[in-house]
């Protein structure tokens, strides 16, 4: 079973900026495809950004654009996400998540099986 380690999270004041990364122990068809998903208190979560491992084509939800960035370093088989402009609205657990395809990340948390344990972000006022 591939496993999805998080790390970068932490607690950092509003217009700041995080990274978060995660890591695969390894590469197999069904982490094709990773992305990050975020979950804040009450709330469902939320789909934040995916990759295609292999070409790099990416997705970021519309609240993010310009502000998160998510790029890949096959070599390590490490996916991150840059986090800039950060605004306490963005305080959630972020969990990262694999699947085959980029549509299957694209598609929401319900249909992904491989996840990351989280990682929590603060973004203080």
């Known amino acids: 079973q591939v496993q999805l380690v998080e790390s970068g999270g932490g607690l950092v004041q509003a217009g700041g900026s995080l990274r978060l990364s995660c890591a695969a122990s390894?590469?197999?068809?069904?982490?094709?495809?990773m992305g990050w998903f975020r979950q804040a208190p009450g709330k469902e979560r939320e789909f934040v950004a995916g990759?295609?491992?292999?070409?790099?084509?990416?997705s970021h939800a519309e609240p993010m654009k310009g502000r998160f960035t998510i790029s890949r370093d096959n070599a390590k088989n490490t996916v991150y996400l840059q986090m800039n402009s950060l605004k306490p609205e963005d305080t959630a657990v972020y969990y990262c998540?694999?699947?085959?395809?980029?549509?299957?990340?694209?598609?929401?948390?319900?249909?992904?099986?491989?996840w990351g344990q989280g990682t929590l972000v603060t973004v203080s006022s």
């Open positions: 990759i295609n491992r292999s070409n790099g084509a990416t």
């Open positions: 998540a694999a699947g085959f395809t980029l549509g299957s990340i694209l598609k929401g948390p319900s249909g992904l099986e491989v």
């Open positions: 390894e590469r197999t068809p069904s982490t094709l495809a």
